[in-house]
Nanobody, 123 residues
């Protein structure tokens, strides 16, 4: 079992920055990928960025590429999401998720989820 725990959410003004962290623990040897998702009220959960766990290859949703940066520490215990130039429409609950597949393409292919952290961007 893989455990994921997010932290770092909060309230920020438009144009500001936040850094989210996800502590990855447990049976991480079976991880194929880790991703950041978000879900705004009344909207579907969307995948923002994914890292293939063994290779470190990163992919981004076009709407956040250039503003959001995902990284991972060398010990593979923490993944981070640096969010810059935040907009009110970035307001959502942000989730860290893990998949056994190295290239998950659907929400249903993610096997492990954190509890989420709220990000609120004021205008």
């Amino acid at each position: 079992q893989v455990r994921l725990e997010e932290s770092g959410g909060g309230l920020v003004q438009a144009g500001g920055s936040l850094r989210l962290s996800c502590l990855v623990s447990g049976a991480t040897g079976g991880l194929g990928a880790v991703a950041w998702f978000r879900q705004a009220p009344g909207k579907e959960r969307e995948c923002l960025t994914v890292i293939t766990w063994n290779t470190g290859f990163l992919r981004y949703l076009p709407s956040v590429e250039g503003r959001f940066t995902m990284s991972r520490d060398d010990a593979k215990t923490t993944v981070s999401l640096q969010m810059d130039s935040l907009k009110p429409e970035d307001t959502a609950v942000y989730y860290c998720a893990g998949a056994r597949r190295p290239v998950p393409t659907r929400l249903q292919e993610y096997d492990y989820w954190g509890q989420g952290t709220q990000v609120t961007v004021s205008s």
